[in-house]
């Protein structure tokens, strides 16, 4: 989840911001959660499985 969208219940404002000590907190502690997967779009995702099962289907086709 990104913290983009995320509203933050003691000051009411996004977190992104940072307006408030507890936006801050929620910020920098849903950075360090973040993996490396965590800057791939969906599109990337679907991408990257389209990819893949395009290599099963021709090396299942080339085992026959």
Known sequence: MTYD???CANCAAPVS???C???RASRE???QQEG????LTPMT???L???LVAAVAVLAHQAV
């Not at 490396?36 to 800057?39: D, F, M, N, S």
């Open 5 to 7: 969208r995320l509203v």
């Open 36 to 39: 490396p997967l965590a800057a």
């Open 49 to 51: 499985l389209v990819i």
């Open 45 to 47: 995702l679907l991408t």
């Open 17 to 19: 911001e940072g307006r």
């Open 21 to 23: 000590p507890v936006c």
């Open 29 to 31: 502690r849903l950075q």
